[in-house]
């Protein structure tokens, strides 16, 4: 070849490489490496060698208030799912049918096969052994989030940047710090958990690791409430007479609108 020609005239040699697309290493999950002789514990991974972006099989350990916790990599390291990173929400109306407590639903959805599921790693602290995991189809897709200008059949994408949105509803208030509000649904039925498409044969952004949560008829509807936090410093206009100052919002205000 002409490469091994060069290389022989003292030349040095050209060797062409490529990289993997995006959407190619999205599907690549990461797996114990080896395991000692004399029990199943993995040997392949520490702490300080787990990097965020690794896609993980986890197991659903138990359910918390505020999200799930799970193991993973042969059950030896434990990471927690924030209920931020799930993937949904509820709306605060309308039914989630078969949900013992709809402010809870994570609980009646991660039950059974959903025991297991793909999600990605997004954060590590080696020190204190914290461990953050991802279902957000975005993140699971290594890819930005869907806006409206990008429409996507499986996901309701997030409003463009600029965007004036009207009706929203606050579904949690942390006092002092702001609130989670939940956008309007496109639809004009009143309620914004009812998520409609078969996404079985669609395909689905997030890939088959969405897919399957998307199988699920709870955390379809979940996942079809948009929500956006406003920070108690972005909630209000400063009074007139303090505008240009260093002014922040009362909590006592911020807690009578919100």
């Known amino acids: ?30 797996s ?22 690794m896609l993980l099989k986890c197991h659903v350990e138990h359910n918390a208030r ?15 799912i ?24 994570w609980k009646d959805v991660f039950v059974g096969r959903l025991k297991t599921v793909s999600a990605r790693l997004i954060a590590v602290d080696p020190a204190t052994k914290i461990i953050r995991l991802s279902l957000l189809p975005h993140v699971l897709a290594l890819s930005a989030p869907l806006s409206d200008e990008q429409p996507n059949a499986s996901i309701v994408p997030l409003p463009s940047v600029g965007s004036i949105i009207e009706n929203a509803r606050v579904i949690r208030y942390d006092p002092g710090v702001g609130a989670l509000i939940a956008l309007p649904s496109d639809s004009d039925d009143d309620d914004a958990m009812d998520v409609d498409g078969d996404v079985g044969n669609a395909k689905v952004f997030g890939g088959s690791a969405v897919a399957q949560l998307l199988s699920n008829d709870t955390y379809r509807a979940a996942a079809g409430v948009r929500c956006a936090y406003v920070h108690i410093s972005k909630a209000m206009d400063p009074p007139t007479k303090e505008k240009g100052r260093n002014y922040r919002t009362p909590e006592a205000l911020f807690a009578k609108h919100f």
């Open 82 to 105: 924030d209920m931020a990173n799930l993937g949904g929400y509820w709306s605060g109306v309308g039914k989630m049918d078969g949900v013992k407590d709809a402010n809870l639903w």
């Open 32 to 53: 114990i490496i080896a395991t000692s002789a004399s029990s199943s514990t993995s040997t392949g991974y520490t702490v300080r060698t787990l990097r965020p972006g």
């Open 1 to 30: 070849s002409s490469s091994a020609t060069a290389a022989s005239a003292g030349g040095a040699a050209v060797v062409q490489l490529s990289l993997r697309k995006a959407s190619s290493l999205a599907r690549v999950v990461t």
């Open 66 to 80: 505020n999200g799930l916790c799970v193991t993973f990599l042969g059950n030896v390291f434990r990471g927690s």
